[in-house]
């Protein structure tokens, strides 16, 4: 089964940039599609995107509050994937997770039945 770990997270202020890390072991990302989600202090965990080996998917749940400042990319030789966050604010605090579903992107994110530990991200001056 894949195995992933985050990695990137940390305090940045308002306005900042992080960018997250997925590194992949097991098996080659190519063959998966890579999710990406968050779970704020109090709230529900939610989508952000997810990337496929030739689609990214969007999850709009919430909104476009994510899609205009986060993108998503990999890198294969390094099996690994990334979350590029700018013009961070506070409400983007929280714990960042990847997870991965063998094939194509999921709409639902019990599909994805491999996980990382998560990573916290704080937004704050």
């Known amino acids: 089964q894949l195995r992933l770990v985050e990695s990137g997270g940390g305090l940045v202020q308002p306005g900042g940039s992080l960018r997250l890390s997925c590194a992949a072991s097991?098996?080659?990302?190519?063959?998966?599609?890579i999710g990406w989600f968050r779970q704020a202090p109090g709230k529900e965990r939610e989508g952000i995107s997810c990337l496929s080996y030739n689609a990214v998917y969007t999850y709009t749940n919430y909104a476009d509050s994510m899609k205009g400042r986060f993108t998503v990319s990999s890198d294969n030789v390094k099996n690994t994937v990334y979350l590029q966050m700018n013009s961070l604010k506070p409400e983007d605090t929280g714990i960042y997770y990847c997870a991965a579903v063998w094939g194509s992107c999921r709409r639902t994110m019990a599909d994805f039945d491999s996980w990382g530990q998560g990573t916290q991200v704080t937004v704050s001056s």
């Open positions: 097991g098996y080659s990302i190519r063959d998966y599609a």
